[in-house]
């Protein structure tokens, strides 16, 4: 076991590690981040920061002196830069598991051999793969296989032509052509899995995403309790399956016929588990804590329903937005994430609201996410466009 007391090594200092470093903080543990940004959310608060890029071998060595056990907080980090550190302190996740979840052709083979159904699709590895992807594939997404996340390098393609124009654009990278199935709602389940084994799933949130960014988490999913149960069952199979060591998220598609298909698997605290901050007794970062240093892990239980909507960039169109719209609400909880330049699209930070019942957390977050757009003159709602290429 590591104790409250040591330094902790971050690989990356984005919102993920940044929301880790409070956690482990609050827990007395101090935080060193290896990133190269001169600033950054994770950097601008942790008690030390190796300004290196992740395969740096000085960075490397620097933070491994410091610290007694390191993660990551985004799946980019190269699984090297994983290999080398572990030569010198522990890490987690697992060089082994690391490589599997950050390449989705490996991700997609590593879960059909353990049973679990994923989104039908066929791997492209050049142009004549294409010749061979049969009509009923379309309409499909063209994915990269390696680092693409949230719509990045991500194309929607109604037939062989424009998966053809896809491929060429993403520099005829390996990448996975998915076919797009009747979807009646999108789901994730963030897990965690220590040292010894123990495994604890968070409750199933229902995401909701424009612009293949995640928008709106509510929790606990609109979906029958047998449903989630087997959502959780399948997190939990895959955490077992990887001999994971952390926290993961796997997202998952409800299909109109009720069946479960696995859509994602991310190795590292995921976007639709920051509810947990707020609404459960162990947030994901403490959670990340615990498995890193070798604790037990919390207890999952929700307080309340709640619902986390994302704070992108465009609100920021017209200046500062308005928090009061935020703060005036008793039981919504506002997380900002220090980044100084506002862009479409990026995370600027999240907000989180509990309520009573699953319905009025939802008002009371539409009603507060409604205001903050009409400041920034973007309408009250915005729908997600359908169809346009590319899908980021």
């Not at 053809?164 to 993403?170: D, G, I, K, R, T």
């Not at 010894?196 to 609109?222: I, K």
């Amino acid at each position: 076991m590591i104790a409250p007391g040591a330094t902790l090594g971050m690989l990356g200092g984005g919102q993920l590690g940044r929301l880790f470093t409070l956690a482990a903080q609050s827990m007395g543990y101090r935080v060193t981040v290896l990133d190269p940004g001169a600033e950054s959310p994770a950097g601008s608060i942790a008690d030390g920061h190796v300004r290196a890029g992740y395969l740096d071998p000085e960075g490397l060595r620097q933070l491994a002196r410091l610290c007694a056990a390191a993660t990551t907080e985004f799946e980019k980090v190269p699984a090297e830069a994983l290999r080398r550190l572990a030569e010198r302190c522990p890490v987690a996740p697992t060089v082994a598991s690391v490589e599997v979840l950050q390449d989705r052709v490996r991700q997609r083979e590593f879960l059909a051999r353990h049973g679990l159904a994923t989104v039908p699709c066929t791997v492209v590895r050049g142009p004549q793969d294409l010749a061979g992807a049969g009509g009923d594939l379309y309409p499909a997404i063209m994915k990269v296989s390696r680092f693409g996340y949230e719509g990045k390098d991500q194309y929607r393609v109604s037939g062989p032509d424009e998966a053809a124009y896809a491929l060429a654009a993403m520099g005829c990278e390996p990448c996975v052509l998915e076919h797009q199935v009747p979807i009646a709602r999108e789901v994730a389940v963030v897990v965690a899995r220590g040292a010894d084994g123990q495994v604890a799933a968070f409750p199933v949130a229902e995401n909701e995403h424009r612009h293949c960014v995640l928008e709106l988490s509510t929790v606990p999913a609109r979906i029958p309790s047998e449903l989630a149960g087997e959502a959780v069952a399948v997190a939990t199979s895959v955490a077992e399956a990887l001999e994971y060591r952390g926290v993961l998220c796997v997202e998952l598609f409800v299909l109109e016929d009720g069946r479960l298909l696995v859509s994602d698997v991310s190795p590292r605290p995921h976007n639709s588990g920051h509810y947990t901050i707020d609404a459960c007794l162990t947030s994901q970062f403490e959670q990340q804590v615990r498995a890193l240093c070798g604790l037990p892990l919390g207890d999952t239980r929700l307080h309340a329903p709640a619902v986390m909507v994302n704070l992108l960039g465009d609100l920021w169109r017209r200046g500062e937005p308005d928090w009061g719209a935020v703060l005036a609400h008793p039981r919504a909880r506002l997380h900002l994430y220090g980044k100084r330049e506002a862009r479409p699209g990026r995370k600027m930070g999240h907000l989180t609201v509990l309520g009573d019942s699953v319905e009025g957390a939802r008002g009371e977050a539409l009603e507060i996410r409604a205001r903050l757009r009409e400041r920034a003159g973007l309408g009250a709602s915005g729908g997600d466009p359908a169809g346009a290429s590319p899908a980021a």
